[in-house]
């Protein structure tokens, strides 16, 4: 009769299993495509709600991911997962209660013995591609319609990274600019300047980018080439997750640092970008929800 319960050792094969899987995804970032698939990955609509380390799973099992979340997930978006359709893995923490021997050995007592410690268990969540609406129901929006960088679309968003840059110190100025740079971050003044020759939608674009440098990627700690490089990856991933297109812009790659085998490395670029990236996506959310807000009370 079968209990449902694993031996420890299906338990500690299950774990195996999950970090050689974990293991492999970051792995993935040191090739040329592994990088692109998992930048393509994070700047869609819907995959920032996901941890790094899930993000690169996801990349890894669906590259052409655009919507992820799990089968009753969907069916409150009155979508329903097709039969037959393979799950994508990720990991989804869980708390649970655990023995403390050294509570009973010092106390002598069962008082106080368990602790909360965080375990994560693999779990199956499918891409909007996998699913078709439910009979009868309209299917929630899941992602705005992409947007061409040369509109004004977004121009609702520039008051938000305004005040973000504001958060960190810097102000920002707007002024017509010859040349070909279209904007600049000075760290000395606090000041970022923005082409006001361009549209707002390129606006948005070039604030993401100089805000990205005053978010820490700066050319004293990472040279000029890669801090570029960082700042262009956020930007993109930004620009994507808020519906701006910029598929005119080619994906960012860190060409040969990770082709040495520095997995740390190349993992600590990549989780510095998502973590920069997600400062900005929070700031931008933050100014949507203001102004939805204020048009309500209008």
């Given amino acids: 009769m079968r209990t449902g319960k694993c031996s420890?050792?299906?338990?500690?094969?299950?774990?195996?299993a999950d970090r050689e899987r974990m293991e492999t995804a970051a792995r993935a970032l040191l090739s040329t495509e592994g990088w692109k698939r998992w930048v393509k990955?994070?700047?869609?609509?819907g995959l920032a709600r996901y941890s790094f380390g899930n993000q690169l799973l996801i990349a890894l099992q669906r590259p052409d991911a655009t919507y992820v979340a799990g089968f009753r997930a969907f069916l409150d978006l009155n979508r329903c997962v097709r039969k037959g359709e393979r799950a994508i893995r990720i990991l989804a923490p869980m708390t649970v209660h655990v023995r403390d021997p050294n509570a009973v050995e010092q106390h002598g007592t069962d008082e106080g013995e368990t602790r909360r410690r965080t375990l994560f268990r693999a779990v199956s969540v499918f891409d909007v591609s996998q699913t078709e609406p439910l009979p009868g129901c309209e299917p929630v929006p899941l992602c705005p319609p992409s947007q061409p960088v040369e509109?004004?679309?977004h121009a609702h968003l520039l008051p938000a990274l305004r005040c973000l840059a504001a958060e960190l110190g810097y102000t920002i100025r707007h002024e017509a600019l010859e040349g070909s740079a279209d904007g600049w971050c000075d760290h000395d003044k606090h000041e970022i300047v923005v082409n006001e020759?361009?549209?707002a939608n390129?606006?948005?674009r070039i604030t993401v980018h100089e805000i990205a440098h005053a978010l820490g990627i700066g050319y004293t700690d990472y040279g000029r080439r890669r801090a570029e490089v960082l700042v262009d990856t956020v930007t993109f991933i930004v620009c994507g997750s808020v519906g701006l297109d910029t598929s005119g812009s080619s994906v960012p790659y860190i060409a040969g640092w990770g082709e040495s085998g520095e997995l740390d490395a190349i993992r600590g670029f990549a989780e510095t970008i998502d973590q920069i990236a997600r400062r900005i996506e929070d700031a931008l959310a933050a100014g949507d929800a203001v102004e939805h807000e204020s048009q309500i009370a209008a």
């Fill in 8 to 16: 420890d050792e299906q338990r500690a094969e299950r774990r195996r």
């Fill in 197 to 199: 020759s361009l549209s």
């Fill in 41 to 45: 990955v994070r700047s869609t609509n």
């Fill in 151 to 153: 509109g004004d679309t």
């Fill in 202 to 204: 390129a606006q948005v």
